[in-house]
């Protein structure tokens, strides 16, 4: 009758076992996941940081241009030439 005021009766604790195991799994994967998605973020902030700092796969203002100070100012049109009377 011990079992009826929480004394004895049985059970192995093996389903409780089971279950923290597979909740350490879950905690486990979700711990995973959520370090990969700070590597991404961090990856995807260092891209914009240095892109940023380069200016892009053009900078305008590049020392290697004669003209860089100028800035832009192109008098052609793009696509062709504005000699063409048609």
Do not use: H, N
């Not at 900078?59 to 030439?81: H, N, Q």
Request: net charge positive; aromatic share 4%.
């Amino acid at each position: 009758m011990g079992f009826l005021f929480g004394g004895g009766g049985g059970g192995d604790g093996g389903a409780a076992q089971k279950q923290l195991e597979m909740q350490e799994k879950q905690i486990a994967k979700e711990e995973k996941q959520l370090a990969k998605q700070e590597t991404q973020a961090a990856e995807t902030r260092q891209a914009s940081v240095t892109a940023r700092r380069r200016g892009g796969l053009r900078p305008l203002l590049s020392m290697a241009r004669m003209d860089a100070e100028t800035g832009v100012k192109d008098t052609t049109k793009l696509g062709g030439s504005s000699s063409y009377m048609g």
